[in-house]
């Protein structure tokens, strides 16, 4: 089977993106799947909440992490060499799941790379190496569409797209899904839509249920059926460097199978 890579996508933050990632990659992982995270948004969310502020640096340091494979930072090793993506790698982060860290760099890699040459293809022609050791590769995006984000796209099969239930979430779909359109057809390429699951529901937001409905009348069978409850567990897995499948809350264990179930169907990928 062909290596699926899923790219998790919102121009909005605080959608449950890197959420998404962590998890699902741990859901792949726990069936037996051979995985692979790259975070590549700067802020470093997936990476820090899978393992940790210090072996993070010193992997930065010693190892190298994203910013290396898209050109943001030139570290060399000891030869001289540039980072490769056999260097960047994390090995098993969790079980089956391997992880390429990223990097505060990548807020400046749109300057950094400003007259490079195939820029929005770096990210898949540094992991064409070791693409077929996995059978599914995350990639946790930044909340725009700037050269970490189309290089993710660039490199997948196929997207998903978190969204929240406040007002601007509808907007910003239909403003996202059309600039995905014109990267599409930039690179002369086609991204398929994995679907919309709506998550972080429970926050504070007007008119919830309106526009929940209205997502789903607008995007119909895009949109997953089941939602992701905003809950204390998620994120104390995160502080914990842990899945969400660890925890003791059977309710949100259960909605993201549920979620990641449709999704492996919705993608094809064979568990």
Request: hydrophobic share 40%.
């Amino acid at each position: 089977m062909a290596t699926i890579v899923l790219s998790s996508i919102n121009l909005k933050g605080g959608v449950g993106k890197t959420t998404i990632s962590v998890n699902l990659a741990a859901y792949c992982g726990r069936r037996r799947l051979k995985t692979l995270l790259v975070d590549l948004d700067p802020q470093t969310n997936a990476t820090f909440s899978t393992i940790g502020v210090e072996k993070w640096k010193t992997h930065a340091d010693t190892k190298g992490t994203v910013a290396d494979l898209l050109g943001a930072r030139q570290h060399t090793n000891a030869e001289g060499k540039q980072k490769s993506v056999s260097d960047v790698i994390y090995k098993d982060i969790f079980q089956n799941v391997d992880l390429i860290p990223s990097h505060l760099d990548l807020f400046t890699v749109d300057l950094d790379l400003a007259g490079a040459t195939a820029r929005e293809r770096k990210l898949s022609k540094a992991l064409k190496i070791v693409e077929k050791n996995y059978d599914i590769i995350i990639c946790d995006c930044p909340p725009n569409l700037t050269l970490p984000t189309q290089n993710a796209l660039a490199f997948s099969t196929h997207f998903i797209v978190p969204v929240s239930l406040d007002f601007l979430s509808v907007l910003g779909i239909g403003i996202l899904l059309g600039r995905i359109k014109e990267l599409s057809e930039d690179l002369d390429q086609q991204f398929s839509n994995a679907g919309i699951v709506i998550s972080r529901v429970g926050r504070p937001a007007q008119h919830r249920e309106t526009t929940e409905a209205s997502i789903r009348a607008t995007y119909d069978k895009l949109v997953f059926a089941q939602t992701i409850t905003d809950r204390v567990a998620i994120s104390k897995a995160a502080e914990t460097r842990t899945s969400i499948f660890n925890s003791s809350d059977n309710a949100a264990i259960s909605e993201f199978n549920t979620v990641f179930d449709e999704l492996a169907e919705r993608i094809g990928l064979k568990l």
